[in-house]
């Protein structure tokens, strides 16, 4: 530490005494090498130990630390305070229901998660004498990408048409669920275009794009999703001249 | 007794706030002139099927200087939307693999603009060809 001080605002909202949330400055002492979590951590520990937010890892792997740092969705672990000099505003990502403080409510995208299927189907069942489902790394690039996802829910605070209709599915889901899809062990492709082919599913986006700008594991949940807008238009057409079945 | 009472923020003025947004509202509403433009062309289209008098008089309409300033105000604007057409282009396709390597984003834009340059050159000297 260095006698250095900067101004962290951070949103406070308490449900018990609190209408609606308010800004609460804190000077903290700050180095050059302190992340927005290490402010916040210095806030709880000897400033105001009420404060609450989410962390876990420190690493931008967890995905826990997610929150608006200046009006831009971060990872408050992958964040530093030297890059916003003298004073900083810290709030709860954008467009989930703010719990407490810096926590969200996370029911809705736990939901979506589940129903996408966000695990590996096997085509056929084959006994294990029979051993692994194996793959080349040719056709694991075609997912590989998308399986970065750690469920930090940044692009959906970045998301203007989640945060104005909920039922939306997502930039976040959407990658993930085409994360299975394009996996060659997959079978479970044609239940998931349920999900994309539906009013909330793809054609939801209008390519606002920002999901993939802020996306800290370099995702491109954007991609995702207008690739699939483009796999459920062929999903629809092409079932005039073949039958259903087979996504890819 | 539960004591949750999460909170929704209201979203008024949303895309002010963030200059992304501020720039995606303009691109989208730079398609509002590649509509009108469009009606232009409808509107020459439907002069033309009532006969010479009529197209000549849309011809000459065209050569006035409000029109002319229509035009350029036109042209600025698609030009934008296209740009930004293709900004957003490699976000919207599969992965290009050419010569085992993945094509850059910069490199498929690159070649979107390319490409719309050579389609323009041709198209006027199609344009121009014809008027000799």
Redesign the interface.
Known sequence: MTDQTMSIEVMR?R??QDK??WLQSFEVPYSDDMSVLQGLQYIRDYLDGTLAFRWSCRQAICGSCGMMVD??PKLACKTFLRDYPGKVRIEAL?HF???RDLVV?LDDFIDKLESITPYIVPKEDKPLSEGEYQQTPAQM??YAQFSGCINCLLCYAAC?QY??NQDFLGPGAIALLHRYNQDSRDGACEQRMELLAAQEGVFNC?????C??VCPKAV?P??AV??N??AVAKDYFLRFARPKGGCK | MNKRKPYVRPMPGWWRKNPYFIEYMIHEGTALFVAAYAFVLLFGLWRLSQGEAAWNGFIAALQSPLSMLLHLILLLMIGYHSYTWFKIMPRTLPPLIIGGKRVSAAAITAGGFIATLLASLALLGIAWGISQ
């Open positions: 909202y449900p018990e609606e949330p009006g831009v954008n229901p703010i719990e409510v690039d075609w203007p945060g104005l209008t390519a606002v794009g920002y993939s700008e491109d954007a991609n207008n690739l807008k483009t």
